[in-house]
């Protein structure tokens, strides 16, 4: 039996996102404002979805036609970029959209209180920082430190002995396993698994024997780690992600690998173990790397890449085996045109064989 009062909603807590003039937001991302027009904007959005009170910006050449529709307050645009809108020309559209993106976000941001909930169980052994938020549900083995201002969402599991740096957010779920190390500023999305076993089996005649795994990861300063994402501890030694690396969810890195600083694995990546990835790489959706290569600095893995052998630096390949980008391009248009190509020889096939019974007087179908 349904009922038909009225049910009264809590207040929303989050703050009223507060609103920026035009002007200000040239201040903030260090631009040129156009014109004498200066609206108040009151939040951002994409250049196809954006209403009145929005800022949005123009990234890439192949959005201009969304201009003649756009419903955007203000836009940011390249300091060369005609535009009807009130607008802010900046040299990197995108990087000033993230400034003033950044800037709501902060106005909305929920807060947690420091604070350990009731249903969590902490050993007592456990080193908390100042300001710690622990959820409801978390489990924190013998050993761990946590350290100031960290928050760690509800149902998270922390085995003994790990560490962990401030300012890190642990989003719910997360296993981080025994002996794992993270940095300062790290965040861990829902689901993520750090320092589960690596996948190593020897053959002993028809049986899988299990190598054990007895080294840990080691995750720097400033990484964030995606939702579902995996990273094993090594065999012995460590696998480490270097300071400054995003991975996306749904990533494996496998026993042993060395991720380096400030590079970017896109959602579903594998990487295979010992591999060692250099600085400021970038890895496309899906792509596959092979066990014991070298990934060299500022290279670019295309998506769905499949890497067979070392990449030198500052190189972009792509296909699958990966290769150079362009002769990857090259093969892709030509398999294009493959069934046009076969048609073609089996036309100069019919000629040729019509010559060659001709010449030898032969009669020919």
């Known amino acids: 039996m349904t009922s038909n009062k009225a049910v009264e909603l809590a207040p929303d807590p989050r703050p009223i996102s507060p609103c920026l003039s035009l002007a200000e937001i040239a201040r903030l991302t260090g631009g040129e404002l156009v014109g004498t027009a200066n609206p108040l904007i ?73 604070t350990v909930h009731a249903s969590a169980v902490v050993d007592e052994t456990v080193c908390l920082g100042r300001d710690v938020h622990i959820g409801a549900h978390v489990v924190i083995e013998g050993g761990v430190v946590i350290g100031d201002r960290s928050v760690i969402l509800p149902g998270t599991c922390i085995l003994r002995h790990s560490r962990l740096g401030s300012d890190c957010v642990v989003y719910p779920n997360v296993v981080l396993s025994e002996y794992t190390e993270i940095g300062n500023r790290v965040i861990v999305h829902a689901g993520a698994v ?29 990484v964030e780690i995606g939702a579902n994402s995996c990273i094993d501890r090594a065999t012995t030694g460590i696998t480490r992600i270097r300071r400054g690396t995003k991975i996306d969810n749904l990533v494996q890195i496998a026993h042993n690998c060395d991720v380096g600083e400030d590079s970017i694995l896109c959602a579903q990546v594998g990487v295979s173990g010992s591999t060692g990835i250099g600085s400021r790489v970038k890895i496309g959706g899906q792509a596959g790397l092979a066990g014991h290569i070298k990934i060299g600095d500022g290279a670019t893995v295309g998506a769905q890449g499949g890497v067979t052998k070392s990449v030198p630096a500052d190189t972009i390949v792509s296909g699958y085996p990966a290769r150079e980008h362009l002769g990857a391009l090259r093969q892709y248009a030509a398999l294009g045109r493959l069934p046009e190509a076969l048609e073609e020889l089996r036309q100069l096939q019919q000629r040729l064989a019509a010559l060659e019974a001709r010449a030898a007087g032969e009669p020919h179908p």
Request: some cysteine.
């Open 42 to 114: 009151s939040g951002v959005a994409g250049i196809r979805d954006a209403e009145p009170g929005h800022l949005t910006f123009l990234g890439a050449k192949r959005y201009q036609a969304f201009l003649r529709t756009c419903q955007a307050s203000a836009i940011l645009v390249n300091r060369d970029e005609p535009v009807h809108l009130p607008a802010v020309r900046v040299d990197n559209p995108a990087l000033g959209f993230m400034k003033v993106l950044r800037y709501f976000s902060e106005a909305v941001t929920l807060t947690f209180p420091r």
């Open 194 to 222: 750090l320092g589960s076993d690596g996948f190593g089996f020897i053959a002993e005649g028809t049986i899988q024997t299990k190598v054990p795994q007895i080294g840990h990861v080691v995750v720097e300063d400033d």
